[in-house]
C-alpha cells in the first residue's frame, strides 16, 4: 500500500486547507483511514480517523468543528477539510492505513496503523 500526502502550504491564521490522501496498491473501501500530524519537537498525534462505508469520522477534541474528514466513494482517497487555521495546527500532516479492517487496538493509536505516507507540511503563520 503506498500513501500519498497532498494539499499541505503555508496559510495565514484563519484561512483554509483541503488536504488529500491517495492510496494505491490495494482495495481499502472498507478500511479506516487515518490523519495524524507531527509538531516539530513533539510527537505524533491523533487527529481524525473515518471508517468504511457508513462509518461516521472521529475527531481529536481540539479540532473537532475545525477539521472536517471525508473520502471518496471507491474508499481510496482521503481528506481532510481545514479551516479557521491556527499557527498551534502547524505540523506535518500523515494519512495512515491499518493492514486489517478490524483493528485490536484504539483508532487513536499511532501502533494500530501499518502503513503510512510521507507527510504533507501545513505551516500557519500569524
Known amino acids: 500500500v503506498l500513501l500519498v500526502e497532498s494539499g499541505g502550504g503555508l496559510v495565514q491564521v484563519g484561512g483554509s486547507l483541503r488536504l488529500s490522501c491517495a492510496a494505491t496498491g490495494r482495495t481499502l473501501r472498507d478500511h479506516a483511514m487515518a490523519w495524524f500530524r507531527q509538531a516539530p519537537g513533539k510527537e505524533r498525534e491523533f487527529v481524525a480517523v473515518i471508517g468504511g462505508p457508513g462509518g461516521s469520522p472521529l475527531y481529536e477534541d481540539s479540532v473537532t468543528g475545525q477539521f472536517s474528514a471525508s473520502r471518496d466513494n471507491a474508499g481510496n482517497t482521503v481528506y481532510l477539510q481545514m479551516n479557521k487555521l491556527k499557527p498551534e495546527d502547524t505540523a506535518i500532516y500523515y494519512c495512515?492505513?491499518?493492514?486489517?479492517?478490524?483493528?485490536?487496538?484504539?483508532?487513536?493509536?499511532?501502533?494500530?496503523?501499518?502503513?503510512w505516507g510521507q507527510g504533507t507540511q501545513v505551516t500557519v503563520s500569524s
Open positions: 495512515a492505513v491499518p493492514a486489517g479492517v478490524v483493528t485490536v487496538s484504539p483508532p487513536m493509536y499511532v501502533g494500530t496503523y501499518d502503513y
